[in-house]
């Protein structure tokens, strides 16, 4: 079975950077659309950034032009970016396919943005 981790959290102030890793037990990163997601304190999960196998990542509107995911395929890795973060980025992240079927949910990372 296919397993997610993803580290790279910590604690930063408002407008600071982090940068989330996502690597996986399998080479699914060139074979499935990817996708970061975040979940809050009592919310739903919900999804960050989408990227293809090819093409264009789709961000949501709350972290367009601060956020950016890429992709390194010989280190096996998944990326997220996050610049001029915001005390509301506060989650646990986590890394999957953008589509059912999923793969097991790792632990997640937790980012804290607070002065």
């Known amino acids: 079975q296919v397993h997610m981790v993803e580290s790279g959290g910590g604690l930063v102030q408002p407008g600071g950077s982090l940068r989330l890793s996502c690597t996986s037990s399998?080479?699914?990163?060139?074979?499935?659309?990817m996708a970061w997601y975040r979940q809050a304190s009592g919310t739903q999960r919900e999804l960050v950034v989408s990227?293809?196998?090819?093409?264009?990542?789709d961000y949501a509107d709350s972290v367009k032009g601060r956020f950016t995911i890429s992709k390194d395929i010989n280190r096996n890795t998944l990326y997220l970016q996050m610049d001029s973060l915001k005390p509301e980025d506060t989650a646990v992240y986590y890394c999957?396919?953008?589509?059912?079927?999923?793969?097991?949910w790792g632990q997640g990372t937790q980012v804290t943005v607070s002065s």
């Open positions: 399998g080479s699914i990163f060139t074979s499935r659309a």
């Open positions: 999957n396919t953008q589509y059912y079927p999923y793969y097991n």
């Open positions: 990227i293809p196998r090819r093409g264009s990542p």
